[in-house]
């Protein structure tokens, strides 16, 4: 089992619909939990992080975490074709050394007009 | 304007050669990392440090070297015994206290050996 899976993709929303990404984590003790989105040959630009259980909100995007089920998520309102990219969810576990991130694979967004 | 850069944004080197990547950061951060990233994969963690003149190894170490003698900087050197050096390199730095700890990440540098 990964430590932190995300679906692939890619997840094709029409313009203005709401984006929903998933990422699943292995342990248990996480504490931090963070989105990057990347646009194709740039790098990772942090669009969400979310310490707490709940709903964490920031403009279009909305970050829900629940720690019981072990999954965080990414929500984007009203979704734009310069939303295009791929989503890295991160996490740092609780026995994570130097506050490392591990990162999943990406969830690639194709928003189309 | 406060944060992270890296030279250069192109690297092309001959196999056999040492290279070094160069990261520098104005945001007063404590802790630096540099993840490496393959096409259509995750990032991740080659070393990492997270005070000057100390760093660790993170998941891929083997082929690679670092330096850290000054806050600002954090070099990376890829040497000739990192079998696939090909690939896109990334620096980022964060806070270590106050319960915030998120990365934020340089330009990257794409390197391409032949």
């Known amino acids: 089992q990964k430590e932190v899976e995300q679906n692939s993709g890619p997840l094709s929303v029409p313009e203005g619909a709401i984006a929903s990404l998933n990422c699943t984590y292995s342990?248990?003790?996480?504490?931090?939990f963070f989105w990057y989105r990347q646009y194709s040959g740039k790098s990772p630009e942090l669009i969400m992080f979310?310490?707490?259980?709940g709903d964490k909100e920031d403009g279009r995007f909305t970050a829900q975490l629940n720690k019981a089920s072990q999954y965080v998520s990414l929500l984007i309102r009203d979704s734009q074709p310069s939303d295009s990219a791929t989503y890295l969810c991160?996490?740092?576990?609780?026995?994570?050394?130097?506050?490392?991130?591990?990162f999943g694979g990406g969830t690639r967004v194709l928003v189309k007009p | 304007d406060g944060g992270i850069t890296q030279s250069p944004k192109y690297l092309f080197r001959k196999e056999g050669q040492n290279v070094t990547l160069s990261c520098e950061q104005n945001?007063?951060?404590?802790?630096m990392y540099w993840y490496r990233q393959d096409p259509g994969q995750g990032l991740r963690l080659i070393y990492y440090?997270?005070?000057?003149?100390?760093?660790q190894k993170g998941d891929i170490a083997e082929g690679y070297s670092v330096s850290r003698e000054k806050k600002e900087s954090f070099p990376l050197t890829v040497t000739s015994a990192q079998k696939n050096p090909t690939a896109f390199y990334l620096c980022?730095?964060?806070?270590?206290?106050?319960?915030?700890?998120?990365?934020?990440f340089g330009p990257g540098t794409r390197l391409t050996v032949t």
């Open positions: 991160a996490v740092i576990g609780i026995k994570a050394a130097g506050n490392k991130l591990t």
């Open positions: 440090s997270q005070i000057v003149n100390d760093f």
């Open positions: 342990d248990r003790g996480s504490q931090s």
């Open positions: 980022a730095s964060s806070q270590t206290s106050g319960g915030f700890y998120e990365q934020y």
């Open positions: 979310i310490y707490s259980n």
């Open positions: 945001l007063n951060h404590d802790a």
